[in-house]
């Protein structure tokens, strides 16, 4: 007979791996049947009913996660954020060297994708041993969820964002913190003022601490009249400020960064919350938001 925490782990170790599901794979059947059997998920998720809200959704898979909200950690870690840098490298390591290596991709283009992480989480809790692979999904999955429900918010993906959390604050408290706090140095400053500098030291998560989607760029480009066309996030948003310039409403798209760095701020003081102690990790984040608003205070100042 198993224990009860044996239940509880092995309960939130087949959360971890439907949520995996989830975001490596559009919507399955077989997936969809087993959130509409269980009251608590389907209240949680609230997928969608009938085939056109199945569309739908196929469509905004595409487009959230293959193409606004990349969920991989070399996007928020690395330097350029690309998909398959240094960090899926060193992750891929770390995952042989505990005996857990990445069997198969699935439908993920490099080992480090947000899916592959709660894949590592679930088969950690079965083996009851969840601090190594803890430490490495929240130097960056906090952040990574955070950009999915700001995208996304109430809205199926953007509750499948809000529940990973969820499994992985549980999972925190449950495993007793181990290891050194990462450190916390603060992000190099921009090169120079100059607008291409500013646009590629915001849109890069790994100064910026947020990650900026070409969904929210175009959000913020709508007051002054331009659009976000076929270009890189770095290139869009060095748009929206020539835009903004040329309208004499710098200020204005200032204050939208404002109330940006807003939420997320909100969303790190809610992990910090959740955490307990493993909120240590959360030290690095909080120090590429820090420099972040000094930089966004620099440039209100400057416009006087």
Known sequence: MSEPDDDVRAGRAALLDLLADLFLRELEERDLAAITADPVLGRALQPPAGDEARRQLRAEFASLLLIEVPPYASIYLDVPPVIGGDTSLRWERLLASLGQPVRSLERA????????YLRACA?????????????????????????????????????VAALAGQALWESARATPYSGEPLPAEEPPAPEDSG??????????PAFS???LS????????????????MVDRAQALEQVFEASGLDGRTSALLATFQEELAGWAAALAAWREQLGLWAELLAPWAARLNRTRALLDEMRAAEG
């Open 209 to 211: 601490g947020w990650f």
């Open 123 to 159: 088969e950690a809790e079965r083996r009851r041993d969840a601090a190594p692979i803890l430490r490495e999904a929240l130097a960056w999955l906090p952040q990574c969820l955070t950009a999915i429900e700001r995208n996304a918010p109430a809205s199926f993906y953007g509750n």
């Open 214 to 229: 070409k969904r929210a760029l175009r959000r913020m480009a709508q007051p002054f009249g331009v659009g976000v066309g």
């Open 109 to 116: 283009a490099s080992p480090d994708h947000a899916g592959l």
């Open 195 to 204: 607008l291409r500098e500013l646009s590629r030291w915001l849109t890069t």
